[in-house]
Every structure is written in C-alpha cells, then in structure tokens.
Nanobody, 113 residues
Framework: QVRVVESGGGLVQPGGSLRLSCAAS????????MGWYRQAPGNQREWVAH???????NYADAVKGRFTISRDNAKNTVYLQMNSLKPEDTAVYYC???????WGQGTQVTVSS
C-alpha cells in the first residue's frame, strides 16, 4: 500500500529558503518517478517538479532556477529545496508517486513578511 508523508513546511520571509521532505513506503522507491505538486487557496493543484529513477529532473517554469528536486533511495525520500521564495509560492505542497492515485496530507508553505 503506497503511502507518502510530507514535512518541512513553515513560514518564511520572501527571499528565504525551505527544504521539504517526502518519505514514501509501499513501493520499490528506486524504480519510481516522484513528483512534487502544490495547491494555493482557490487554485487547482499544479505540478511543480519531478525526478525519475535515473535522477533526471523537470520543473515548472514558475520554479525553474529556484527549486531543486532530489532523492535519496537509501531513505526512500524525495526532497524539494526551495530558494528565493516568493509570496506566490505560498501553497500546500504534496508529493506523489507517478502512476499512483494516493495523495498525502501535504505540508503548508507560507511566504510572507
């Protein structure tokens, strides 16, 4: 049974940084594509980034150059390093295993002065 648990969110000032973590279970982690998504109030959930089993990555234009996705297969964990945060990055951030329908509870990121 696939499960993910996101952590690392919080309140940060504009220009600041946060690192999100997502621990996955119930899968052969090293073989799967992992993605980060976010949902701001009143908006639909949107894709942020993903990382494949070969560590190739892709990013949404809105975060390219500021966010970095990485993975640690030994820990079954995917990370999202977020730098130069902007107020428009405020959202609940979720991770997801590609091809699975399960969503975790997410972690809140608030960028505000």
């Amino acid at each position: 049974q696939v499960r993910v648990v996101e952590s690392g969110g919080g309140l940060v000032q504009p220009g600041g940084s946060l690192r999100l973590s997502c621990a996955a279970s119930g899968i052969i982690f090293r073989n799967v594509i992992m993605g980060w998504y976010r949902q701001a109030p009143g908006n639909q959930r949107e894709w942020v980034a993903h990382i494949a089993s070969d560590n190739s990555t892709n990013y949404a234009d809105a975060v390219k150059g500021r966010f970095t996705i990485s993975r640690d297969n030994a820990k079954n964990t995917v990370y999202l390093q977020m730098n130069s945060l902007k107020p428009e990055d405020t959202a609940v951030y979720y991770c997801k295993v590609f091809g699975q329908t399960y969503w975790g509870q997410g972690t809140q990121v608030t960028v505000s002065s």
